[in-house]
């Protein structure tokens, strides 16, 4: 059974900057799609950002459009994690944030088979 851990959540103020990391049990993160999702109080979960699978020469990411330019979806597949760099934050970016895993060879349309807990992230001053 494939474990998906996140941590790295925090409080961070307006302009600030916070990582997260999702550590993978197994070597998922080099063949699965990896996903970022967030849900904030009151509302529905929502994708953030996804990277396909693949080695390091091979990143591509997709965003939502609110954190383009502000975020960034990484792996390191020696380590099996995901990473999200999160910077330029807003108050609107508080939310818990969740950690997906497509199974092996997942193609498009995704469908997220695995998922972490959850790391709340607050943004206030």
């Known amino acids: 059974q494939v474990q998906l851990v996140e941590s790295g959540g925090g409080l961070a103020q307006p302009g600030g900057s916070l990582r997260l990391s999702c550590a993978a049990s197994g070597s998922i993160v080099s063949v699965s799609t990896m996903g970022w999702y967030r849900q904030a109080p009151g509302k529905e979960r929502g994708s953030v950002a996804l990277i396909i699978r693949g080695d390091a020469t091979n990143s591509a990411a997709d965003y939502v459009n609110s954190v383009k330019g502000r975020f960034t979806i990484s792996r390191d597949n020696a380590k099996n994690t995901v990473y999200l760099q999160m910077n330029s934050l807003k108050a609107e970016d508080t939310a818990v944030y969740y950690c997906?895993?497509?199974?092996?060879?997942?193609?498009?349309?995704?469908?997220?088979?695995?998922w972490g807990q959850g790391t709340q992230v607050t943004v206030s001053s």
């Open positions: 997906a895993a497509t199974k092996p060879g997942g193609t498009p349309p995704f469908k997220y088979d695995y």
